[in-house]
């Protein structure tokens, strides 16, 4: 079982910058297919991005893409989302997840996911 913990998160202005990371304890990251996920006030969970265990293939969610870069350094066992030219409407509560098998269609369901961090808030002034 891997634990996760995710940081970085914080307050920015519109047209500004954050890494937010996650790192893992308990397993080695390299097990793991990863994912970040937000979810904003009185809105569900929803998908951002996801990596797979070599860091090579990435997909992203349509609102972010472009803006947003996933990567993973699995030496440090450490998921990162770089996420440039934030929006207002980027203000969630951020969450990373780590899923166990390999996947044939990218995994973008909460259900798609093992285990999830406790998240980091990321707001977003205009």
């Known amino acids: 079982q891997v634990q996760l913990v995710e940081s970085g998160g914080g307050l920015a202005q519109a047209g500004g910058s954050l890494r937010l990371s996650c790192a893992a304890s308990g397993r080695t990251l390299s097990s793991y297919v990863m994912g970040w996920f937000r979810q904003a006030p009185g809105k569900e969970r929803e998908f951002v991005a996801v990596?797979?265990?070599?860091?090579?293939?990435?997909n992203y969610a349509g609102s972010v893409k472009g803006r947003f870069t996933i990567s993973r350094d699995n030496a440090k066992n450490t998921v990162y989302l770089q996420m440039n030219s934030l929006k207002p409407e980027d203000t969630a509560v951020y969450y990373c997840?780590?899923?166990?098998?390999?996947?044939?269609?990218?995994?973008?369901?909460?259900?798609?996911?093992?285990?999830w961090g406790q998240g980091t808030q990321v707001s977003v002034s205009s």
């Open positions: 997840a780590a899923r166990s098998s390999y996947f044939f269609s990218f995994p973008r369901e909460e259900n798609d996911y093992d285990f």
């Open positions: 990596i797979n265990r070599g860091g090579g293939v990435t």
